[in-house]
């Protein structure tokens, strides 16, 4: 099979959270693409859906692990897509369909980068797979399941992040941490059921107006700032280091705002980049009450909720910020007409890449012949902080384009961007094992 048919199966096996039967069949799939390569695999019990361990044994115990999932996002209304969404469809050079971008044609492109690479070279790092099934639900057994292997993994120095898009240039990027993120539902309740806005407006609350109160609480809707108590603590400025990347990186503000749909916000590279990299965010993922159908309902609903998305950057901590959202909501929560739900978090992760290790994957790019950027910062969020209990380096590498719409109807990836990348990482798997031929100090 090719790299196409092989993810063209994957696409097929529609392993969305709420399908437990499409994650095994997607999981099956990976497992045997893993054995194809001679991997030792391993099914591991996580709590919630299961992970992959595939371990490929190398001439030396020195480790590089690659790190993926198999799991994917609802694909949403069928109707906003121009093929089906669990079929692998291509039009014009890209390939279409749910898991496309994120994160199954990233881990094709990742098996047959592996597959050529030994198929020419004597493996001499001994390499790890881990792939979960929990990523697009916020990896919540993640940290435990990588804890509980970490004797298994004690060789691990590196770790590579196979996720996310590159650059809007088309250039391939190295990013060395990633914002956190902390998700939340706010539900209010303030009748059992809808009541006629004639006979009951002004005499009861409505639950729109006190959310409303309750966002106001939280953020200001003009200037945007956070007003949860310590929000703000732990964030840290860019250093000059991270100002010499950012101003390396490319900065096209109109093929932004087409990419988007919206003209964005920042009006400099060093704001826009500043603003995705070094500051936290508070933004309301979606809001639902009462009835929006068409012509007029006169009601007062009785409930309303809204889905709330914080992303964190430098040493910002999870726990004090629910403290202080909690805090700010008190009265509301003490009166019982709100209660809190919390979705899930991921907090900031941050590696310091040595002068040795940048020129290694510089160099890697440059004998695949692909410009590599480095970000100091990725403004999404992986999981990254769990592969500290290694004591390993991490880095984000990721193989998709930048418009592969993940998450989104028609997700799609280029097929310039499975060829590119699988040169680039057959590339830093040549660059990794040179230097341990070399007896370069590995960081662990």
């Known amino acids: 099979m090719t790299p196409i048919d092989e993810l063209r199966e994957l696409i097929a096996a529609p392993s969305v959270s709420t399908n437990p039967a499409g994650q095994a069949q997607a999981r099956a799939v990976v497992q045997r693409l893993l054995e194809q390569l001679g991997a030792q695999v391993t099914t591991i019990a996580t709590g919630g859906a299961p992970a992959l361990l595939g371990v490929l044994p190398g001439a030396q115990s020195a480790g590089l692990l690659f ?19 669990f079929t692998l469809t291509e039009r014009n050079g890209r390939l279409f369909g749910r898991g496309t971008g994120d994160n199954k044609g990233q881990l094709v492109t990742t098996l047959a980068a592996v597959a050529a690479y030994t198929a020419e070279h004597r493996l001499h790092h001994t390499l790890y797979f881990l792939i979960e099934g929990e990523e697009e639900q916020g990896s919540v057994h993640l940290a435990a399941t990588v804890g509980a292997l970490r004797q298994r993994l004690a060789a ?3 770790v590579l992040v196979i996720d996310g898009s590159y650059s809007a240039s088309g250039a391939h990027v190295l990013r060395l941490g990633n914002r956190g993120i902390v998700t939340v539902k706010l539900h209010v309740t303030t009748a059992k059921h809808a009541n006629h ?89 979606g809001v639902a009450s009462g009835d929006v159908g068409p012509g007029a309902k006169t009601i007062i609903p009785g409930t309303a909720t809204a889905s709330l998305n914080l992303r964190l950057v430098g040493d910002q901590q999870v726990a004090p910020i629910l403290a202080g959202l909690r805090h700010q909501l008190a009265p509301w929560l003490q009166s019982g007409e709100l209660t809190i739900e919390e979705t899930g978090s991921t907090p900031p992760a941050h590696t310091q890449a040595t002068p040795a290790e940048l020129a290694r994957f ?11 950027l ?25 193989l998709a384009n930048f418009d592969e719409a993940n998450h989104a109807p028609n997700e799609n990836i280029d097929r310039s961007a499975l060829t590119s990348g699988q040169a680039l990482l057959e ?6 094992d040179e230097a341990l031929q070399r007896g370069e100090t590995l960081v662990h």
């Not at 990186?249 to 109109?254: T, V, Y």
């Not at 910062?377 to 990721?398: E, H, R, S």
């Open 67 to 85: 790190y993926g999932h198999y799991d994917v996002m609802t694909a949403g209304t069928q109707a906003e897509w121009a093929s089906a969404p």
């Open 156 to 158: 691990v120095h590196t």
């Open 197 to 285: 806005s004639g006979y009951a407006g002004n005499v009861i609350a409505d639950p729109g107006l006190l959310l409303q109160a309750m966002l106001n609480r939280l953020v200001d809707p003009l200037t945007r700032q956070v007003k949860i108590p310590g929000f703000y603590t732990g964030v840290t400025a860019p250093t000059p280091r991270d100002w010499a990347a950012i101003d390396a990186l490319p900065f096209a503000p109109e093929g932004l705002a087409a990419t988007f749909g919206t003209p964005i916000l920042a009006k400099t590279k060093r704001e826009y980049y500043a603003k995705l990299m070094f500051q936290p965010t508070f933004d309301i993922a």
């Open 362 to 372: 510089q160099a890697a790019a440059a004998a695949a012949g692909v410009p590599l």
């Open 374 to 398: 480095v970000e100091p910062c990725m403004p999404g969020t992986v999981p990254n902080y769990v592969w500290t209990q290694l004591g390993a380096q991490v880095f984000t590498l990721p």
């Open 427 to 432: 590339a830093v798997l040549a660059a990794y």
